[in-house]
């Protein structure tokens, strides 16, 4: 009884103590909401979301900090329609007596997503290690949700995680300090946005490096150049009162991992996409004071533009300054990401893969990195070794795509990337050297296929390839060799092995973009010899789709289902066609109902039906939401589509 009592009392004490659990390298989830309801609040513009959560106590030291974001459709409700902006905040510290910090630690443009599936979820990341040292002990997170849509019948389930990496930090943070944070006017000449990017002086001689963190978007459409969302300008950055930086204040759109979305998702905008987390831009500057350098200053510029008629574009603004000492260790190299194979959301457009898989590597030390050590490979099977040379500064990050074939043997594998010898020498911090990833196998294709290709009105803007693991092009079609409108098949007889297939579209709208239905309709699809769907792309793909296969001796177990079900256009007057494809020629059912599902407003038999494009109209149907639906022996395929009388 004494030994059970003595066992009792020492499990509690190690499960009181946060010292004694915490472990380098050791990984703690603290989830601040968890599927939480979120709706807009059309009389504000933004309803708040907050949440207290206890994160580590300050004994414990993070080398990582990475925020999780999901989004999922709600319950019995569709997905929200607009692409909003949603702020997630470290409001308060200790309690809710304290003081507001207001420090906006990342933020989202939720997705365009009337048309999602009711099963539909995508997560995100953001790196939030420059913040870290405020995530301890009681803290206020605040999801502010903005937009003026309805709140009765659509909204998002929102999960915020936070990802905290226990170790010694590659840098020591000695402070921060607010630079400029605010939603500001462009265009203005009443009210210049320069009015509010004030010089920044400071002072902190313990510091080594000062970090600039400018989180910067454009929002409005003016009636001069549609500014600032739409309109492509430049920010300059001076330190010292010397340029430091110039860019333009643009990200593009049309390689989103998210697709297709309802809206206007492919469209280039002011550093940010529909449905996808915004990224900072990070300056490091190496301080130095003397008796001629008593200070040093900070600033920003925006492009000189005004707007003669009515002004109304701004840009929001969220940025710090960080006062850090040197780097701890002199060669400190971590492996930040593997890219590819993974099966995360944010890389699916890179995945999956089997061969020259793909990392993002840090150089957390105080010396240039030249060289390093990788060894990688599948669990279980035998590492390959890349030497990587190259230059990457202090605090920087590069990408590396390593040589060699992964297969995999089942569907899901675990692949390992372990980094060694920086610069020639031993990791000072060998925690983050390693990290695993999951390898989904490619999908297993016929040794020959048929490759069909239907352009639309734009074939211009087309082109594709067909490369093995050399690197070495089986087929492909340049750009202004297709012509519209036309079915181009192409038999392809391949060997055992790991292939690319690229199909690319130069103006990042695919070949089928809902917001321009006068450039038409086209698809892309591989069966075998006998026209049996080995894979079938969705044509709504922005700038391109690419996807690595296998080639066995054998011939594939077909992975893709029919039917197959396009609507176009998918937001219409009315009127519009189903194109359709299946495996074999059957007796099938068309039938079209209301978003409740509860009316069936349209029905029609198609027998002995194989594939063809077949019209509908119903120019006499009220507006709104409804499911086109095609009911085969095997299965029932469901589409969402929108009518809508609006020119």
């Keep these: 009884m004494k030994i059970y009592l003595l066992l009792f009392i020492v499990s ?28 807009t609040d059309p009389s504000k513009g933004f309803k708040a979301y907050k949440n207290w959560a206890n994160f580590p106590s300050e004994e414990i030291s993070y080398r990582k900090a990475i925020l999780h974001i999901t989004y999922q459709c709600p319950d019995s409700q569709r997905c929200g329609e607009w692409d909003y902006i949603d702020n997630i905040y470290l409001r308060r510290k200790g309690s809710a007596n304290d003081s507001s910090l207001d420090i906006e630690l990342a933020r989202m443009i939720s997705p365009y997503g009337s048309r999602f599936a009711p099963d539909w979820k995508f997560s995100w990341k953001a790196d939030i290690t420059d913040f870290s040292f405020l995530l301890h002990d009681s803290a206020e997170i605040e999801f502010n949700h903005t937009g003026y849509e309805s709140n009765t019948d659509r909204g998002w389930l929102i999960t915020l995680d936070f990802e905290l990496i226990e170790g010694t930090p590659a ?47 454009g929002h409005g459409m003016d009636d001069f150049e549609n500014c600032a969302e739409f309109c492509r300008k430049y920010r300059k950055l001076f330190f010292d009162n010397e340029l430091a930086d110039q860019r333009d204040i643009w990200r593009q759109c049309g390689d989103n991992p998210l697709y297709p979305q309802a809206g206007t998702w492919i469209y280039d905008r002011a550093n940010w996409c529909p449905g996808a987390v915004v990224f900072p831009h990070i300056y490091d500057f190496k301080l130095n004071y003397d008796s001629k350098n008593t200070e040093h200053t900070v ?28 780097p701890v260790f002199e060669n400190d190299v971590s492996i930040e990401e593997i890219i590819s194979p993974s099966d995360e959301d944010v890389y ?13 590597i840090k150089n957390n030390g105080n010396k240039v990195l030249t060289d390093l050590k990788i060894n990688y490979g599948i669990a279980g099977e035998t590492e390959q070794t890349f030497d990587w040379s190259g230059n990457i500064e202090s605090s920087a990050a590069a990408e590396i795509i390593l040589d060699g074939i992964v297969y995999g043997n089942e569907k899901k594998n675990i692949f390992n990337v372990t980094l060694l010898n920086p610069n020639g020498l031993e990791d000072e911090y060998a925690y983050d050297n390693s990290k695993t990833s999951v390898l989904i196998m490619p999908q297993i294709f016929d040794p020959k296929i048929i490759l069909t290709l239907k352009t639309n009105n734009t074939a211009s803007q087309n082109f594709y390839r067909l490369v093995n693991e050399k690197n070495i092009i089986l087929r492909q079609k340049d750009c202004g060799t297709l012509e519209n409108n036309k079915v181009y098949t192409d038999t392809i007889s391949m060997s055992a092995g790991c292939y690319e297939f690229l199909l690319g579209d130069t103006a990042n709208n695919g070949l089928d973009f809902w917001f321009n239905p006068e450039e038409g309709y086209g698809f892309v699809r591989i069966t075998d010899i006998n026209g049996t769907l080995i894979k079938a792309y969705n044509s709504d793909f922005g700038k391109e789709i690419r996807q690595q296969f296998i080639v066995t001796g054998n011939p594939s177990v077909k992975e893709d289902i029919t039917p197959i079900l396009n609507i176009f256009p998918v937001r219409n007057p009315g009127k519009f066609f189903c194109d359709i494809f299946l495996n074999e020629k059957q007796n ?22 194989k594939e063809g494009m077949i019209d509908i109209d119903l120019s006499k149907v009220k507006e709104g939401f409804y499911f086109v639906n095609v009911v085969s022996k095997d299965k029932t395929v469901t589409k969402k589509m929108k009518i809508k009388r609006d020119g």
């Excluded at 499960?15 to 709706?39: C, F, N, P, Q």
């Design 12 to 39: 509690a004490i190690l499960l009181s103590s946060e010292k004694v659990l915490s472990v380098t390298g050791d990984t703690i989830h603290v989830i601040t909401h968890r599927k939480e309801k979120v709706i």
């Design 171 to 217: 840098m020591e943070v000695l402070g921060y300090e607010k630079l400029w944070t605010g939603s500001f006017p462009y265009g203005n000449k009443e009210d210049d946005i320069e009015n509010y990017l004030k010089p920044f002086k400071f002072k902190n001689e313990n510091a080594d490096i000062a970090r600039i963190r400018i989180l910067q978007t």
């Design 299 to 326: 600033d920003i510029e925006m492009e000189p533009y005004i707007n003669p008629n009515k002004p109304s574009a701004n840009y929001v603004f969220s940025s710090y300054i960080f006062y850090y000492k040197n």
């Design 348 to 360: 699916s457009r890179n995945n999956p893969v089997c061969k020259f898989p793909k990392l993002k």
């Design 588 to 609: 099938i059912l068309l039938q079209i109902t209301t978003e409740d599902k509860k009316k069936i407003i349209f029905k029609k038999k198609l027998n002995n039906f």
